[in-house]
C-alpha cells in the first residue's frame, strides 16, 4: 500500500495554531512516529503534504523524507502569487521527491481561486512536472471547477474527495453533481479517498454505511484507475483511533474488487499519478 497522503510536523503552538491544543495532534509527528504507524499495515511507502503555508516547511519536509526509504514523495507549499515562483520551483523540482505543490485553498475566499497571479504561479507547474493538489470544501466545488478549465494542462488531485459534509446516510447531492462535472476533465488525473472521518459533525458518530456510500460513488465516479488511498494521518486522529483504523476499513471496502482495482487504489494509481521513483 502507498499512503498518498498524510502530514509531519514538529509541534509548537505558535507554528500550528489550528491544532487543539489537547489533542493528539499537539505533539511531534515525524518518521519514528510514521514508521510505528505503517508498520503493521503493509504500506510500502508515502507521500507527505504540507501543514504550514511556509516555504521552509517544503526544505524541511524534504530534508525529512530523504533521511528514509519510506516517503517516496513530497506535496510542499510555495508562494505561487510571487511573480518570482520559477526560481523557487525549479531549486525544488531537482530533488526527485519533490512532486507537487499545495495551497490551503478551503481558508481562501471564492476570488482567491481565480486570481491572475495565483493562475501565473500555477502555470509554471507543467513544464517542471510538478502536480498541483487541490484542496477544498464540498461548497467550493463550482469555483473550483474554474480553476481547473483555467490550466488545462496541469495535472490536478484533488484531496480528500472534495471534503463532502458527511451526514450520516446520505449523500449529499451537491457534491455528487459536482464531482460528476469535475470528473469529465482530463487533467484531474486523481482523487484522494482520506480526510472523510474529520468531515462528519463533531457530535455525531462516524457512520460505516456513509464512509462506504461515498466511496462507491467516488469509485463510480471517477473509476478505479483514479481513486488514491491516502489517510490524512495524523489529523484524521481527531476522529479517528489510529492510523490502522482507516487503513483497515479501506482494505474492506476494496475487498470486493478485483485484484487490478485493488493494486490501482491501494498502490499503483499513486505511483503512476505523481510519477515516483524508487
Not at 1 to 9: A, E, K, T, Y
Not at 57 to 72: C, F, G, P, V, Y
Amino acid at each position: 500500500m502507498i499512503d498518498s497522503h498524510h502530514h509531519l510536523w514538529t509541534y509548537n503552538k505558535e507554528e500550528y495554531p489550528w491544532i487543539p491544543e489537547q489533542s493528539p495532534l499537539a505533539k511531534n509527528h515525524l518518521i519514528p512516529e510514521l514508521e510505528e504507524a505503517t508498520s503493521s499495515e503493509g504500506v510500502s511507502g508515502t507521500i507527505v503534504v504540507q501543514a504550514r503555508q511556509k516555504i521552509e516547511e517544503s526544505h524541511d519536509l524534504l530534508e525529512i523524507a530523504n533521511q528514509t526509504k519510506l516517503i517516496k514523495g513530497v506535496v510542499g507549499w510555495v508562494p505561487l502569487i510571487d511573480k518570482d515562483v520559477r526560481s523557487e520551483l525549479e531549486k525544488f523540482a531537482q530533488d526527485p521527491k519533490f512532486v507537487g505543490v499545495r495551497h490551503v485553498l478551503q481558508d481562501e475566499p471564492d476570488d482567491y481561486f481565480l486570481r491572475d497571479d495565483f493562475h501565473c504561479g500555477l502555470a509554471h507547474l507543467p513544464s517542471l512536472n510538478l502536480k498541483y493538489d487541490l484542496l477544498l470544501f464540498q461548497r467550493q466545488i463550482p469555483v473550483a471547477t474554474k480553476l481547473v478549465d483555467r490550466q488545462p494542462n496541469l495535472p490536478i488531485i484533488i484531496n480528500h474527495i472534495a471534503k463532502p459534509e458527511a451526514k450520516s446516510g446520505q449523500i449529499e447531492p451537491e457534491w455528487r453533481s459536482g464531482m460528476k462535472e469535475l470528473a469529465r476533465r482530463d487533467n484531474i488525473t486523481g482523487v484522494k479517498f482520506s480526510g472523510l472521518a474529520t468531515e462528519f459533525p463533531s457530535n455525531d458518530p462516524i457512520d460505516p454505511d456513509t464512509i462506504r456510500a461515498y466511496f462507491e460513488e467516488s469509485l463510480e465516479i471517477f473509476g478505479s484507475d483514479r481513486l488514491m488511498f491516502g489517510t490524512d494521518w495524523p489529523v484524521a486522529l481527531l476522529r479517528l483511533e489510529s492510523y490502522q483504523q482507516w487503513a483497515q476499513t479501506v482494505r474492506a471496502l476494496v475487498a470486493a474488487l478485483s485484484a487490478d482495482e485493488k493494486d490501482q487504489i491501494l498502490t499503483t494509481n499513486a505511483q503512476k499519478i505523481y510519477d515516483l521513483v524508487g
